[in-house]
């Protein structure tokens, strides 16, 4: 089946019990025994339900895997493939991602005995460079929340597998239906599916999907001994969500591009971040790597953090709000908001300047979107 399709039926199939055509939710704990030793498909929630179960093979289907996991939120996704590591591993991190993630590493992970190095990862020298006997994993987020820089997936995964390193990639920003990394051979995918997957910004989730048995074996293990899986009524919503998820990434992907190019050509902005535009100086990898751009994106101001401050002071129809990927416009700070988990010299390094905005597009008209960010720029 094509995707559009699976994203309708993959797990979907009629309820056994009395033939619901959507999953029903099992908002239960536990399960009946047959008899002692015996129990059914099922026997405690943690370990797996029928409404996690429904979404889980979803997103394994639309991901290209044939093992997917559902995570109370994204961060309890990444965790858990932490989970993976012990301590004297090493990790090789690309030093440009989501502030949470940065977070997780820096001050867990590491607590934990792994060395954790941060590496920029468009360099592919400084990749093989940074390689140790004991790297275990190499991370990846592509394109990266708040900068937009891209990583050659394909390149990166070569490399991780001539090392017999596991390679993981968060696709939050762009969702299978614009980038498919199992595909380029990476071996874990990793999503919030907070942002675009649910897509209606009332549920917080996270996925991973792989297409390793032996990994799934591990991540089934550590998703029940760690106790981070996705409640049944949020599994429900986000199922929903899926259900649109191909017709919303093409209305954010049509309205994030019109708006870009509004922005490049409007006086009072510096530098519009997307990768659809000819001016983004890894274009052709977008077009190469991905077969759309996603609805969020980043610009630069004329006249510093105080421009931006006034920017969004202004705006009437995107709302303040940190996180991306609902059906409606946010737009925000990276500075004092999403980023500020980062510690300011590494958010300076990585060119997380105070003059940066970042939005999320929605599915609103494009003319009135354009029309609330001019008047907040005159
Ligand atoms: C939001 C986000 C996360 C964290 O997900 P939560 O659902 O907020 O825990 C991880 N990675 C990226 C790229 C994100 O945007």
């Known amino acids: 089946m094509r995707y559009e399709t699976l994203t309708v039926h993959a797990g979907q199939k009629p309820d056994p019990a009395y033939g619901a055509v959507m999953p029903p939710i099992y908002q239960v704990s536990t399960f009946a025994f047959r008899e002692v030793g015996k129990p059914g498909p099922f026997d405690y929630s943690r370990s797996g339900n029928p409404t996690r179960q429904a979404l889980e093979t979803c997103l394994a289907a639309l991901e290209g895997g044939t093992h997917g996991f559902a995570f109370g939120t994204g961060m309890a996704a990444e965790a858990t493939v932490l989970g993976m590591l012990r301590a004297g591993d090493h990790i090789i991190v690309h030093n440009d991602l989501y502030g949470g993630t940065y977070r997780l590493l820096d001050s867990v992970t590491a607590r934990h005995g792994v060395a954790v190095e941060f590496v920029n990862l468009r360099d592919l020298e400084a990749l093989r460079a940074a390689i140790r006997p004991a790297t275990r994993m190499i991370?990846?987020?592509?394109?990266?929340?708040?900068?937009?820089n891209l990583l050659d997936l394909a390149a990166i995964a070569e490399v991780a597998r001539a090392h017999g390193i596991l390679s993981v990639c968060d696709n939050t920003f762009l969702s299978p239906h614009f980038q498919r990394p199992?595909?380029?051979?990476?071996?874990?995918?990793l999503h919030s599916t907070t942002k675009y997957i649910n897509g209606h910004s009332d549920v917080v989730g996270g996925a991973v999907?792989?297409?390793?048995?032996?990994?799934?074996?591990?991540?089934?293990?550590?998703?029940?001994?760690m106790g981070s899986c996705q409640a049944p009524f949020d599994c429900f919503l986000v199922l929903r969500g899926i259900k649109t998820l191909p017709l919303r990434m093409e209305a954010h992907n049509r309205n994030a591009l019109a708006?870009?190019?509004?922005?490049?050509?409007?006086?009072?902005?510096?530098r519009v971040l997307h990768p659809?535009?000819?001016?983004?100086p890894q274009h052709a990898l977008?077009?190469?790597?991905?077969?759309?751009?996603?609805?969020?994106?980043?610009?630069?101001l004329q006249g510093g953090q105080e421009s931006a401050l006034r920017l969004l002071s202004r705006v009437r129809l995107f709302t303040l709000a940190e996180s991306l990927g609902g059906v409606e416009s946010l737009i925000e700070h990276p500075w004092s908001m999403t980023h500020v988990s980062m510690?300011?010299?590494?958010r300076?390094?990585?060119?997380i300047t105070n003059d940066l905005i970042r939005i999320s597009v929605g599915i609103e008209h494009v003319d009135d979107l354009i029309e609330d960010l001019r008047q907040a720029l005159e």
Request: proline share 5%.
């Open 259 to 270: 708006v870009a190019r509004w922005l490049e050509a409007h006086p009072g902005v510096l």
């Open 139 to 148: 991370w990846t987020e592509t394109p990266t929340n708040p900068l937009m």
């Open 276 to 280: 659809g535009l000819e001016s983004h």
């Open 343 to 346: 510690p300011e010299e590494v």
């Open 209 to 225: 999907v792989v297409k390793d048995a032996a990994l799934a074996a591990e991540l089934g293990f550590l998703q029940n001994a």
């Open 348 to 351: 300076a390094a990585a060119g």
């Open 286 to 300: 977008a077009l190469r790597q991905m077969t759309g751009f996603g609805g969020t994106f980043s610009f630069r």
């Open 182 to 189: 199992l595909d380029l051979g990476i071996d874990l995918v």
